[in-house]
């Protein structure tokens, strides 16, 4: 499973584990508010179990965190830098009209 090891997806899941770990949260609860045995979120948190979007969203809604805060930087930069490229064709679009 060479997508787990991902610099940005391990990136991530540290994020996770640190709004965690700030809430003084332990595996335990943030388990029963998922859902899940504390063995799912220790093996999310050790990157052998991988997360998906509805995964993460619920991680997200569980811990009161944004998704943005728990994002790589490379790919927060990276969707920026989108956001920017598409409002300046919305713009331009805009001003033909």
């Known amino acids: 499973m060479q997508a ?3 610099p940005m997806y391990m990136e991530f899941v540290a994020a996770l584990r640190r709004a965690r770990m700030s809430k003084r949260m332990s595996q335990r609860a943030l388990g029963k508010l998922l ?12 990157c052998e179990r991988r997360l998906d979007l509805i ?6 809604l569980a811990l009161h965190v944004n998704l943005d805060s728990v994002l ?3 790919l927060r930069n990276l969707l920026l830098k989108s956001k920017r490229t598409r409002s300046k064709h919305v713009t331009s679009e805009d001003s033909d009209v």
């Open 35 to 46: 859902g899940k045995p504390q063995s799912y979120v220790a093996k999310v948190e050790t």
């Open 4 to 6: 787990v090891h991902n």
């Open 72 to 74: 790589p930087m490379k």
């Open 55 to 60: 995964e993460t969203v619920e991680w997200c």
